[in-house]
C-alpha cells in the first residue's frame, strides 16, 4: 500500500449511522478471512444479520476509514453484565490493506478503550493457524499477558491510567470535530456549486 494512501486514513469509533460502511466491509472478506474473522464459515446472510444487530450502545467499535469507506475495524463488545470486567475481542482489515500496520493501531486502540472501562480479561478467536493475528497480539507483550490455546486468545489488559483515559478523550474530540467539519463541506459544497454567477 503506497504511503500516500496510508495517510489519507483516519480512525475513529463508529456510530450507529456507519451500519452500511460496517456491513459493506465485513461483505467484502473472502472466505478465508472470514473464517479467521469469526471462527466459522459465514454466508452473506449470517454477515447482514450481524452487521444488523452489532453496533450497540455498549459495543466499542474502532474503524480505520478512506473517506466513507471502512478499510479496518476493532470490535470490542462486553460480555454479559458490563461490570463483570470482560470483553470479546475481534479485528478484520480488507485484504489489500494488509501488513502496512493497520491492525496494529486498531489494537492499540481497542486495548486502551478496554482497560479505559475496566475490562481486564479480553477473549478474541484465534484459530491455531492465524499466524498474523498471533503475530500481531505478541507485538503488545510487552503490555498484556497473552495466552494462546487453539482457537482463542485471553489478553489480560492493564490498569486504565489518568494517560490512557486522556489519551481516548482527546482522540474522540478530534475525530468528532473532523465529522462536524466534513459535515458542514458536505453540506455547503453542493449550494455553492448551485450558485450561478450574474
Ligand atoms: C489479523 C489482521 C486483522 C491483521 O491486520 P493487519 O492490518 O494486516 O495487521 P498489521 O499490518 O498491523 O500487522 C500484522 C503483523 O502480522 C505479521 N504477519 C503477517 N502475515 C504473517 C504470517 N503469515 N506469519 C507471521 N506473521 C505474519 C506482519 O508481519 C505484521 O507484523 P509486523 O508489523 O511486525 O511486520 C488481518 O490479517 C485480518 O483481517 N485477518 C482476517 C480476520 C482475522 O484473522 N481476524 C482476527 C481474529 S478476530
Known amino acids: 500500500m503506497p504511503r ?11 456510530q450507529m449511522t456507519d451500519h452500511d460502511a460496517f456491513e459493506a466491509h465485513l461483505l467484502s472478506l473472502d472466505a478465508e478471512s472470514r473464517r479467521s474473522r469469526f ?7 449470517f454477515i447482514r444479520q450481524y452487521a444488523s ?3 450497540t450502545l455498549n459495543a466499542i467499535i474502532h474503524g480505520a476509514f478512506l473517506g466513507d469507506t471502512l478499510v479496518g475495524v476493532a470490535e470490542l ?11 470479546e475481542l475481534a479485528f478484520s482489515v480488507s ?16 486495548l486502551r478503550s478496554a482497560r479505559n472501562r475496566g475490562f481486564s480479561r479480553l477473549y478474541m478467536t484465534c484459530l491455531k493457524n492465524n499466524a498474523p493475528m498471533r ?5 503488545f507483550a510487552a503490555e498484556i499477558m497473552l495466552e494462546l490455546d487453539e482457537s482463542v486468545a485471553l489478553v489480560e489488559a492493564p490498569r486504565r491510567t489518568i494517560v490512557s483515559l486522556l489519551r481516548e478523550a482527546i482522540d474522540d474530540a478530534a ?9 458542514q463541506k458536505r453540506a455547503f459544497l453542493p449550494r455553492r456549486s448551485q450558485v450561478r454567477p450574474g
Open 95 to 110: 485484504s489489500e490493506w494488509r501488513n502496512c500496520g493497520i491492525g496494529t493501531n486498531l489494537f492499540a486502540r481497542a
Open 175 to 183: 475525530a468528532l470535530t473532523n465529522l462536524a467539519f466534513d459535515f
Open 39 to 45: 471462527g466459522m464459515a459465514t454466508s452473506d446472510a
Open 77 to 87: 463488545r462486553p460480555i454479559g453484565d458490563f461490570f463483570v470486567g470482560e470483553a
Open 53 to 55: 444487530r452489532c453496533i
Open 4 to 14: 500516500a494512501s496510508l495517510d489519507r486514513l483516519s480512525y475513529r469509533k463508529l
Open 135 to 139: 503475530g500481531l497480539a505478541r507485538k
